[in-house]
């Protein structure tokens, strides 16, 4: 799998409208504020120009983070430091659902993809070494006149201690209705057919070719290049990579 590969390429090969730097301090200052008030770690994403700036509130000296006012100031889009505390498995459904909000909110009208955002809880390796409960939350920015994504904001809070099932969870929240956005509404739509999510779901259940044509009545050749795009849009190599990746993002 390359999750994180496939999302880097889809924020930073957008086409972004001239530079603004008053649209740029607002949202520094609207990171910085987070950081403050809810004690949170918080890093802004300038997609355009591959840089962030990382706010470190109280909850950065369990991770011996830095807690000055300041940004640090990063030259890429991706807070190395920060996933390097993540636990492995979290960190890539850290950088499913980004890749998921994103395909959601490309698909909306500009004015409503504000009402949205990424939510779920990972693990992260304390000074202690011990792993610590983390809500993690994305939003992005989009602009109004090309359209394009143009900052990426991540908020990382402490959470209560959840369950290995709680924290393998994601959902695109929609903030003005008060709940998660239903996975078919989202998902089916943005990333597999529902004829290409039907073969995916006969192949976990361990069915071959011949017979998934025979359920679906259409031929071997149609179920063959059902399953190549069904790899070629999961970025997987295997029909087993591709039944893991539909389970983290809840396919099934």
Not at 47 to 59: E, P
Not at 66 to 80: H, P
Not at 162 to 174: F, G
């Amino acid at each position: 799998m390359n999750v994180k590969h496939d999302l880097s390429e889809k924020l930073l090969t957008q086409s972004f409208p001239k530079e603004e730097m008053e649209e740029l301090e607002k949202y520094r200052q609207l990171a910085k504020g987070y950081a403050a008030v809810e004690h949170c770690i918080a890093v802004l994403s300038d997609l355009k120009r591959d840089k962030s700036y990382v706010y470190h509130g109280a909850l950065a000296a369990c991770f011996d983070f830095s807690t000055e006012a300041s940004a640090q100031e990063i030259d890429s889009i991706w807070e190395e430091d920060i996933f390097a505390c993540i636990h492995p498995d979290d960190l890539i459904n850290k950088h499913l659902l980004e890749l998921r909000l994103f395909t959601f909110v490309k698909k909306l009208d500009v004015t409503k993809r504000s009402q949205f955002y990424g939510s779920n809880v990972i693990r992260m390796q304390g000074r202690t070494g011990e792993y610590i409960a983390i809500k993690h939350r994305i939003y992005y920015v989009s602009c109004i006149v090309s359209g394009s994504l143009r900052y990426a904001l991540c908020l990382y809070n402490r959470a209560e201690q959840p369950s290995l099932n709680e924290v393998k969870k994601h959902a695109i929240v929609d903030m003005l209705a008060g709940e998660p956005v239903p996975i078919f509404q989202d998902q089916l739509s943005s990333i597999l057919s529902t004829r290409e999510w039907e073969v995916l779901r006969l192949i976990r259940d361990g069915q071959i070719s011949k017979e998934i044509a025979a359920r679906l009545s259409i031929s071997v050749n149609t179920v063959s290049r059902h399953r190549q795009n069904i790899l070629e849009k999961l970025r997987v190599k295997n029909s087993s990579e591709a039944c893991s990746v539909a389970d983290r993002l809840h396919l099934f």
